[in-house]
């Protein structure tokens, strides 16, 4: 609650009757009253010096009041100091860092420091010096879809999309080995690339694949988000270098963790979010809050344990013996499930049948047995499903996702990097009882979606503008691992839409169509827009 205070004129007037009141009151002698409402009036300037100086307290009364509490305090204030108080820093602004790949001729040196640039002005500083020379990498398989050559490497290979490599060879079916030919990176392993003809898939032979090149980690100059990258991006050296092609492309990792720093608001919300939830570090609510305020770019935490459901499956029949034993016959054969993990029951029309968090195992021939809290002999009817976790007992599964970077499924290094800090005993979150292995940090697959319209009335670019930031919206703060969305849900984001002059569309959708499927392990993120 407010603290009452008085305004100005209250003050004033205040001051007025109570001077009036104290020096008039009994006063025989007329002459030596006061009228502190005289204009220019010795009295006059008195109370209202009185009256400025009460309001400037007050005032100051208002400002601390307001940083007593988080949810109020201000960044010149104490919200900081709210946030230390907590054990919540600001996260800081970060540089972007990843690997470039360059091209030239070998012997080419790339000294360590020489700086890049990108379109948009942001610069980057080589960290390791590197030299240009032709490389060789082993090949595990080509495959073809109609022109297209598919070619998996043994090691991670560190290209480009674009780039241009200076063969491959040894395919004992001709039509694959070709040289200084563009590639097109499909992942880490992976890269694709045109031939001509028809050649047998899958490719046979001891093949290899060749280009000259180098590659080297750089970092950002600049401390913000916008020193990310996507794979591809072209840079260009700053200064030539002899033997060094002037245009440089990311690789496939892109670079990534380049932050701004945090929006105030954002760190409100976190030091909110802490105090209303003072719980076990080690606990959902305390883990999420640990994670993102210890891990800088970490957006959004989702955990698994053997106690919330991260699956669904139908029942052909569900009956249960007189001493409460009851057996669950899955629709269709349960492969994942984990003996001892915890089961809920729903749509039972037999209420006693209906249940949450119940210890379970699985038969030899798939049936899923657990006990009820009553003991009654029922056939269940009804449309009913069990919920089960597919996070072993004892285990905790831990997914994020970095929401402000170009790349929201974070890196293999970026993964271990939350693991150690949850392991770590200096940082008192994992219970000294609980081996490191039964921590399991995952990257969530990405399921991008892809939205085509058929139609879009008002088709303009501010409408487009308008539904991109709220599909936007929506992917990087709504969405979570393993939740499906409806069609129904995604269509009303964009029924929701508002342009710039207050128009909403009316629109249909070639895609996606009767809903997004996500399964365990996954996160919908989004994909193309292709508007009509």
């Known amino acids: ?258 932050l701004d720093i945090e929006d105030i608001e954002v760190l409100r919300a976190r030091i909110t979010e802490r105090t209303a939830n003072l719980v076990n570090v080690f606990a959902k609510k305390g883990l999420e809050a640990f994670i993102t305020e210890n891990i800088d770019g970490v957006t959004r935490v989702f955990i698994q344990d053997s106690f919330a459901p991260t699956k669904s499956a139908n029942l052909s029949s569900l009956d249960s013996d007189a001493d409460g034993l009851a057996i669950a016959s899955p629709a269709s054969a349960i492969n994942d499930f984990i003996d001892g993990s915890f089961i809920s029951i729903g749509g039972a029309n037999e209420s006693d049948l209906n249940v949450v968090s119940k210890a379970a195992f699985q038969k030899i021939n798939g049936d899923i047995a657990f006990s009820l809290d009553v003991e009654s002999a029922t056939s269940g009817t009804g449309s009913i499903q069990i919920f089960y976790s597919t996070v072993p007992a004892g285990r905790v599964v831990i997914y994020f996702v970095r929401d402000n970077d170009t790349n929201i499924i974070p890196s293999g290094q970026q993964v271990q990097d939350v693991k150690d800090a949850i392991i770590d005993p200096d940082n008192e979150v994992k219970p000294a009882n609980t081996p490191d292995e039964y ?45 499906s969305i409806t069609q129904a849900e995604f269509d009303n984001i964009i029924f929701a839409t508002t342009d710039s002059s207050g128009n909403t569309p009316d629109f249909s959708l070639t895609l996606p169509s009767g809903g997004i499927s996500i399964d365990d392990g996954e996160i919908a993120t989004l994909g193309t827009i292709t508007y009509p």
Request: glycine share 8%.
């Open 1 to 258: 609650m407010a603290i009452a205070l008085k305004n100005p004129l209250e003050i004033n007037q205040l001051i007025r009757n109570s001077l009036i009141q104290s020096i008039n009151t009994g006063q025989t002698d007329l002459s030596k009253n006061i009228d502190p409402s005289i204009r220019n009036s010795y009295m006059k300037g008195f109370v209202d010096s009185l009256t400025a100086g009460f309001d400037d307290n007050n005032r100051n009364i208002r400002k601390t009041e307001k940083e007593l509490f988080p949810a109020t305090a201000t960044e010149q204030g104490f919200l900081l100091d709210w946030g230390v108080l907590f054990g919540i820093n600001r996260n800081s602004s970060a540089a972007a860092i990843g690997n470039v790949l360059f091209s030239g001729t070998a012997g080419g040196v790339i000294p360590e420091g020489a700086l890049l640039q990108r379109a948009n002005g942001i610069q980057y500083e080589v960290q390791t010096q590197a030299t240009i020379s032709q490389q060789t990498i082993n090949v595990s398989s080509v495959t073809r879809s109609g022109t297209t050559a598919i070619l998996t490497t043994v090691e991670n290979h560190n290209l480009a999309s674009n780039f241009t490599i200076d063969s491959v060879q040894g395919a004992d079916q001709i039509g694959y080995n070709v040289s200084d030919v563009q590639i097109t990176v499909t992942g880490l392993k992976e890269l694709t690339y045109e031939v001509s003809g028809s050649p047998t898939s899958p490719a046979t032979g001891t093949i290899t694949l060749t280009y000259t090149g180098a590659v080297s980690d750089v970092v950002s100059t600049t401390l913000s988000a916008d020193s990310n990258a996507d794979e591809g991006v072209q840079l260009a050296l700053v200064s030539p270098i002899a033997n060094v092609d002037d245009i440089v492309i990311t690789t496939f990792e892109g670079l990534f963790g380049g």
């Open 439 to 483: 921590v399991i940090v995952k990257a969530p697959v990405a399921v991008p979606v892809t939205v085509t319209f058929s139609s879009l009335i008002p088709n303009t670019e501010d409408m487009q503008s308008a539904i991109t930031n709220s599909l936007t919206a929506f992917f990087r703060n709504d969405t979570s691992v393993g939740d």
